[in-house]
């Protein structure tokens, strides 16, 4: 029997536990998250379905779980496909947090797991529409460009001022350093015949979506605007994701793809970009 590639999830939420489980049918799955027991149950929810699935523990917030991440990765022999989905919506913690977890996280998961990466190999953050529709001063936008500082929080709210400093921003920003992160890492992994890019997904339809939708009137409006007049699907994102991971891509790093059914073209009094990357 062929050994199968491993792919490594970040995230065991809602749109983690869709994406595990669209790549767990060309791949055998290593499920990380937080809460071990939540990881577990979806690695085994995935055996249960005849797929080679197991869990493990990480923190993407603290060096030394994610480089045991790594450890454990090298031992397999490496990984195939790395898809960083773990991040906090604006209702779920304060600015620092979702600094620390939106941004920190996947760059340091990068750099520890970019040793591991097989010939071949694609990584896929997940970032979000909000990195589309803000616009980021130049000032702001040089501290995101060091997205592994341990002191990120503060030099944004050095630059921002602290009434400026609201989850909400912290989330927004936090996604535009993502689509900074993968196309100033492309070259990097290029030299390992990796790619590196990330994924916004627009208004979709997750518990953590729930909650937005429930405490923040901002995701409503947006609703009201949406072409498409509806939340998209998980497994809309879990199938771009596994497309993206696969060989049929293999031309495509260093950017970003929008999914969000045409929700940021149909804000017009928003640049359209952002600020610069």
Not at 159 to 172: F, H, I, M, N, V
Not at 208 to 215: D, F, L, N, Y
Not at 240 to 264: K, M
Request: aromatic share 4%.
């Amino acid at each position: 029997m062929t050994k199968q590639s491993l792919a490594v999830v970040i995230g065991a939420g809602g749109m983690g536990a869709a994406i595990a489980a669209t790549l767990s049918r060309d791949h055998a799955v290593l499920l990380a998250d937080i809460d071990a027991a939540r990881a577990e149950q979806r690695a085994a929810a995935l055996r249960s379905e005849g797929r080679t699935a197991t869990a493990a523990c990480c923190d993407v917030t603290s060096a030394e779980s994610v480089y045991a991440l790594a450890a454990m990765v090298g031992e397999r022999g490496g990984f195939r496909v790395l898809a960083h989905v773990a991040g906090m919506s604006p209702s779920m913690a304060a600015f620092d947090a979702i600094m620390r977890v939106n941004l920190l996280g996947p760059a340091r998961v990068a750099q520890a797991l970019l040793p591991f990466a097989q010939p071949g190999a694609a990584a896929i953050v997940i970032a979000s529409l909000g990195a589309h529709l803000v616009a980021v001063p130049p000032p702001v936008a040089a501290v995101l460009r060091e997205h592994a500082t341990q002191d990120i929080s503060e030099r944004l709210r050095a630059e921002l001022g602290e009434d400026a400093a609201t989850s909400d921003l912290a989330y927004q920003l936090s996604k535009f350093g993502v689509l900074m992160l993968c196309r100033r890492e492309a070259a990097r992994w290029a030299e390992r015949q990796a790619r590196i890019l990330s994924v916004s997904p627009g208004l979709i339809a997750t518990p953590m979506g729930a909650r937005e939708w429930e405490t923040n009137a901002a995701k409503r409006r947006l609703a009201a605007m949406a072409p498409l007049k509806r939340e998209g699907r998980l497994d809309e994102i879990s199938e771009v994701v596994a497309f993206l991971a696969s060989d049929r891509a293999s031309f495509i790093t260093g950017t970003d793809v929008l999914i969000d059914g045409g929700l940021a073209g149909a804000i017009s009094d928003v640049p359209f970009g952002g600020g610069s990357i």
